[in-house]
């Protein structure tokens, strides 16, 4: 004796495609998605734990009401066992749309600066086009 199920799962599937369709796209996207997190999880991880010692970042900062003396920073450091850059900046309130704009000087020694060429001139082009005043104003 035939099962008479074959009949009816070719004509329900056939009948009923369009929500066959959409649970499977649904299912390929969200696994492909899931793919791309793990594997981008591991390179980024590598990738941000490489860049402390690479660009030699910061470890933290703070602020004195004025310039500090040689024989006051060499104390610091050899108390405390920690170096100390000068890493001065200038303020500039509602320079664009009402943000305060922080620049800092060139930097040599701590925070070094990692931006690839084309990004960087992708970044420029765009800001300059955005924010600031148009020649002529």
């Avoid at 369009?18 to 390929?28: E, H, M, R």
């Avoid at 997190?37 to 390179?43: E, G, P």
């Amino acid at each position: 004796m035939k099962n008479p199920l074959r009949k009816r799962f070719f004509r329900e599937l056939k009948q009923d495609f369009g929500k066959y369709a959409v649970i499977f796209l649904f299912i390929t996207l969200t696994i492909g998605f899931i793919s791309g997190f793990l594997v981008a999880d591991n390179s980024m991880t590598h990738a941000y734990d490489e860049s402390f010692e690479k660009y030699n970042i910061e470890d933290g900062n703070f602020e004195l009401e004025q310039k500090a003396d040689a024989v006051l920073l060499k104390k610091v450091e050899t108390e405390n066992d920690v170096v100390l850059y000068e890493n001065f900046y200038k303020e500039v309130p509602k320079a664009i749309a009402n943000a305060t704009l922080r620049i800092f000087g060139e930097r040599n020694d701590i925070n070094l600066v990692c931006v690839m060429a084309e990004h960087r001139r992708r970044t420029e082009r765009l800001h300059s086009t955005a924010c600031l005043p148009k020649t002529g104003n």
